[in-house]
């Protein structure tokens, strides 16, 4: 079974700082990756996502993620957050299953960005 | 094009209470989920289904949880009778095909407290 941890359920940093939002999976297959984010009282927007070729992803808003494999892992990077950046950010992995698709996330990391 | 919609936005009940909920998919989006989020978690898969269709309800509990979808266009998700850890936004997710690299369409969810 595939699974995700996000390591810190809650990133702060200073507007024009870097973000840097931790994520590590584990699967059995090779997985695609995802980063969703949510605003209060929104559902969740896609903002990237990993499915083959190259492993430096750029999404949405200046963000991007670098799949690496050897260390299972697929950190969200920005390289200078903006007060609009303050959301909760999930990972999720996806795997086949039969016909259906697994769609595992994390437990997220609320970021907070600070003037 | 129109997001997912989802109704109500809010819902409070009492325990041992019925209630529903219901979603309206982007338009042409094969794929329809209902996924769990309590608050501090990520979204939970709960049901999906491919047109009118079930195909992966292994995490709803039966006993208390119904889905279904007509005509394979909108669905509705049924809870009775409710218990206080019930408490959750229940999000209804849309995608296009059921390859496992769709990326998702959120609606913005239904708050439920359960009391």
């Known amino acids: 079974a595939q699974s995700v941890t996000q390591l810190g359920s809650h990133v702060s940093v200073s507007e024009g700082a870097l973000v840097l939002l931790r994520c590590n999976y584990s699967s059995s297959v090779p997985p695609y990756l995802f980063w969703y984010v949510q605003y209060p009282n929104q559902g969740l927007q896609l903002l990237l996502k990993?499915?083959?070729?190259?492993?430096l992803v750029k999404g949405i808003n200046g963000f991007e993620a670098e799949f690496k494999k050897s260390e299972t892992s697929f950190h969200l990077t920005k390289p200078s957050a903006h007060m609009s950046d303050a959301a909760e950010y999930f990972c999720a992995v996806s795997v086949p299953s039969g016909s259906a698709r697994q769609l595992t996330f994390g437990s997220g990391t609320q970021l907070t960005v600070l003037p | 094009e129109a997001g997912v919609a989802q109704s109500p936005r809010y819902k409070i009940i009492e325990k041992r209470q019925s209630v529903a909920f219901w979603c309206n998919p982007i338009?042409?989006?094969?794929?329809l989920y209902w996924y769990q989020q309590i608050l501090g978690q990520g979204p939970k898969l709960l049901i999906q289904?491919?047109?009118?269709?079930?195909?992966?309800d292994s995490q709803l509990p039966k006993d208390r949880f119904s889905a279904e979808r007509l005509k394979g266009v909108d669905s509705t998700l049924k809870i009775q009778p409710a218990k206080l850890e019930d408490s959750a936004v229940y999000l209804c997710a849309s995608s296009p095909g059921s390859s496992y690299n769709s990326p998702l369409h959120f609606g913005n969810g239904t708050r439920l407290t359960v009391t």
């Open positions: 338009s042409g989006h094969a794929t």
């Open positions: 990993y499915t083959t070729g190259a492993t």
């Open positions: 289904f491919q047109n009118n269709g079930v195909v992966d």
